[in-house]
């Protein structure tokens, strides 16, 4: 069993508006979660989006199965908002980032260890 990313590095909070559909003027309608305990890290990767382009990613967002609250589904949250025609967002020491990707990783009995969300 892996141990949980350390509490030492998990010091931020990230403000998540996730996409719930859109309004009666075609504007965007946000479902907002406060999620403490999370670390961001700059990076320069680049992945596929879904429309097989490559995108650098800005960043990553670390979030910790155990220590990061509340506990949150992040696959399912960017399955919804890019259902709901919209985009998932997260807000990270002032800084705003589009949310392209979502990897849940897990350890050996495949229980959740951690998300690494993909920002651009």
């Not at 596929?48 to 155990?66: E, I």
Request: charged content about 20%.
């Amino acid at each position: 069993m892996l141990s949980p990313i350390p509490s030492r590095i998990l010091r931020s909070t990230a403000e998540v508006d996730v996409c719930t559909g859109v309004d009666l003027y075609q504007h965007q309608t946000f479902a907002h979660y406060t999620v403490e305990h999370v670390h961001l890290q700059p990076t320069a990767e680049i992945r596929k989006d879904k429309a097989n382009t490559d995108q650098q990613l800005r960043s990553v967002l670390f979030v910790d199965a155990r220590r990061s609250t509340p506990h949150l589904d992040w696959q399912a949250l960017l399955e919804q908002a890019h259902a709901a025609g919209g985009d998932m967002r997260v807000t990270v020491r002032g800084t705003t980032y589009t949310v392209m990707a979502v990897d849940a990783l897990r350890e050996a009995d495949d229980q959740l260890h951690h998300y690494e969300v993909g920002c651009v």
